[in-house]
């Protein structure tokens, strides 16, 4: 096995953690909610759908032995995220890690959005990263409770993008809202990270941003100089180190985990990766022809 799909941290490194994975029952948000369990958080998953819920918190307790706590309810609806919480605190104790992974998302001119489709998107992405931001860092302060909340963004959170541009608008404000509280609620020990994941293959993210027949003509291993996608594990590494006090002294900081996609264009001389190994004699001899 390649040491990147393979756990990272010492086996227990979480055991004094219990987290709160908001979309936790598929995709990213389950994989990080796994390798959790497996490092001996307890962990509870917040989605809409129940039975997704319920099924992938079922597995995980078979898979990891850790209690894996299911919480119904709609990051967009305050009163929700507050009974979720409450239903947590009762189950499991006190929460000292948000995971804020829910989004929604797909391809669309913008034209074409109406202003509900827009909303739908930046409601789920940004509303409710600060819905549950507001709520967890309320009772943290008031409590006194020393924890921390790690974002999901991504890459054109800070390029922006066209054709997702509700998501691009939300992750936007999303990164902003990370480095803004991670100076103004440092003081009551609470550390705010974010993540900005290239593609990694779900069938959430696919099935919005890729359907079928797109791949005929458009390459997305095209754009990402390593020329692979992301493995489930090497995010969950990267989450689970920033979740825990091994990062202690990381704070405000967006990492991003892309095989170096987003640089791919953005260097004026990027397109010379197109040219073959060849033609670089005759290239050479021409620059340096030019000296005489
Ligand atoms: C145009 C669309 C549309 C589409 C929905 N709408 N899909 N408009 N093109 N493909 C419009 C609807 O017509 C409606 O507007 C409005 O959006 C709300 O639609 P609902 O279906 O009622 O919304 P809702 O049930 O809240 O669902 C939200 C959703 C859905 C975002 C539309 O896709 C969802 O539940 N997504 C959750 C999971 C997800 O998106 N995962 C991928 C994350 S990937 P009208 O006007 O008709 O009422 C990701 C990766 C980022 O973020 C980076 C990648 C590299
Ligand atoms: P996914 O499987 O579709 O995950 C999205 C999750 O969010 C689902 O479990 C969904 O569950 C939940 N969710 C959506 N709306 C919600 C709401 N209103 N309330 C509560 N939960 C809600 O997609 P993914 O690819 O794993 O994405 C996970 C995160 O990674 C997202 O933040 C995404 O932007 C980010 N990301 C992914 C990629 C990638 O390539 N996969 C790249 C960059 C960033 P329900 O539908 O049951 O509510």
């Given at each position: 096995m390649e040491r990147h799909t393979q756990g990272m941290l010492?086996?227990?490194?979480?055991?004094?953690?219990?987290?709160?994975?908001?979309?936790?029952?598929?995709?990213?948000?389950?994989?990080?909610?796994?390798?959790f369990a497996e490092l001996g958080a307890q962990v509870a998953i917040m989605g809409r759908r129940e039975e997704v819920l319920t099924q992938t918190a079922q597995a995980l307790q078979e898979q990891t032995g850790q209690k894996i706590l299911p919480v119904p309810g709609d990051v967009r609806q305050y009163e929700q995220i507050e009974a979720a919480i409450e239903k947590t605190y009762t189950e499991l104790g006190t929460v000292n890690v948000l995971v804020n992974n829910a989004a929604g998302n797909f391809i669309s001119p913008t034209e074409r959005l109406s202003h509900r489709a827009f909303d739908a998107v930046v409601d789920i992405v940004l509303k409710g990263t600060y819905n549950c931001s507001l709520a967890f860092g309320k009772?943290?302060?008031?409590?006194?409770?020393?924890?921390?909340?790690?974002?999901?963004?991504t890459t054109y959170a800070w390029t922006g993008s066209p054709f997702v541009v509700p998501s691009a608008c939300g992750k936007g404000g999303v990164l902003a809202m990370t480095r803004s509280l991670a100076v103004e609620w440092a003081k009551y020990n609470l550390r705010f990270n974010a993540i900005a994941p290239g593609p990694f293959p779900t069938k959430g993210a696919w099935s919005r941003l890729f359907p079928e027949g797109l791949e005929k003509l458009i390459d997305p291993k095209g754009q990402i100089p390593l020329h692979r996608f992301g493995e489930h594990q090497e995010l969950a590494n990267l989450a689970a180190y920033l979740v825990s006090d091994y990062s202690a002294y990381v704070n405000g900081e967006v990492i991003t985990i892309d095989g170096g996609e987003w640089l791919q264009d953005a260097g004026q001389f990027s397109n010379l990766s197109r040219i073959p190994n060849e033609m670089w004699d005759q290239l050479e001899r021409q620059v340096r022809g030019k000296k005489d």
């Amino acid at each position: 096995m390649e040491r990147h799909t393979q756990g990272m941290l010492p086996q227990g490194a979480l055991s004094d953690k219990v987290i709160f994975v908001t979309g936790g029952g598929t995709g990213l948000g389950k994989s990080m909610a796994t390798y959790f369990a497996e490092l001996g958080a307890q962990v509870a998953i917040m989605g809409r759908r129940e039975e997704v819920l319920t099924q992938t918190a079922q597995a995980l307790q078979e898979q990891t032995g850790q209690k894996i706590l299911p919480v119904p309810g709609d990051v967009r609806q305050y009163e929700q995220i507050e009974a979720a919480i409450e239903k947590t605190y009762t189950e499991l104790g006190t929460v000292n890690v948000l995971v804020n992974n829910a989004a929604g998302n797909f391809i669309s001119p913008t034209e074409r959005l109406s202003h509900r489709a827009f909303d739908a998107v930046v409601d789920i992405v940004l509303k409710g990263t600060y819905n549950c931001s507001l709520a967890f860092g309320k009772r943290w302060i008031a409590d006194k409770t020393a924890a921390s909340v790690l974002n999901i963004v991504t890459t054109y959170a800070w390029t922006g993008s066209p054709f997702v541009v509700p998501s691009a608008c939300g992750k936007g404000g999303v990164l902003a809202m990370t480095r803004s509280l991670a100076v103004e609620w440092a003081k009551y020990n609470l550390r705010f990270n974010a993540i900005a994941p290239g593609p990694f293959p779900t069938k959430g993210a696919w099935s919005r941003l890729f359907p079928e027949g797109l791949e005929k003509l458009i390459d997305p291993k095209g754009q990402i100089p390593l020329h692979r996608f992301g493995e489930h594990q090497e995010l969950a590494n990267l989450a689970a180190y920033l979740v825990s006090d091994y990062s202690a002294y990381v704070n405000g900081e967006v990492i991003t985990i892309d095989g170096g996609e987003w640089l791919q264009d953005a260097g004026q001389f990027s397109n010379l990766s197109r040219i073959p190994n060849e033609m670089w004699d005759q290239l050479e001899r021409q620059v340096r022809g030019k000296k005489d």
